[in-house]
Nanobody, 124 residues
Framework: QVQLVESGGGLVQAGGSLRLSCAAS????????MGWFRQAPGKEREFVAA????????YYADFVKGRFTISRDNAKNTVYLQMNSLEPDDTAVYYC?????????????????WGQGTQVTVSS
């Protein structure tokens, strides 16, 4: 199994920044993609960003508008999400997920393992 642990969430004011981390452990895949999703109360879980583990290809949701950056540190088995210019609409639980294939996907059902999430709250 793969275990994913998110950290770095918190309460910030609009315009502030947070850096989320996702540490992976357990079974590794020869090829995989890591993704960030978020879910606000009463809303569906939505795609934020994804990165392939070995080739470093990235893809972002349109609402990021250059504000978020996904990156990875292979040596630390960790994926990061740098979140700048945060807005109240960014308030959600952010989840890290891993996909067993290296192709980038934006739907939650295409991912195999999930972390427990970290809360991000942006005040106005």
């Amino acid at each position: 199994q793969v275990q994913l642990v998110e950290s770095g969430g918190g309460l910030v004011q609009a315009g502030g920044s947070l850096r989320l981390s996702c540490a992976a452990s357990g079974r590794t895949f020869s090829s995989s993609a890591m993704g960030w999703f978020r879910q606000a109360p009463g809303k569906e879980r939505e795609f934020v960003a994804a990165i392939t583990w070995y080739s470093d290809n990235t893809y972002y949701a349109d609402f990021v508008k250059g504000r978020f950056t996904i990156s990875r540190d292979n040596a630390k088995n960790t994926v990061y999400l740098q979140m700048n210019s945060l807005e109240p609409d960014d308030t959600a639980v952010y989840y890290c997920a891993v996909r067993g294939l290296a192709t980038l996907r934006t739907q939650a059902r295409d991912y195999d393992y999930w972390g427990q999430g970290t809360q991000v709250t942006v005040s106005s």
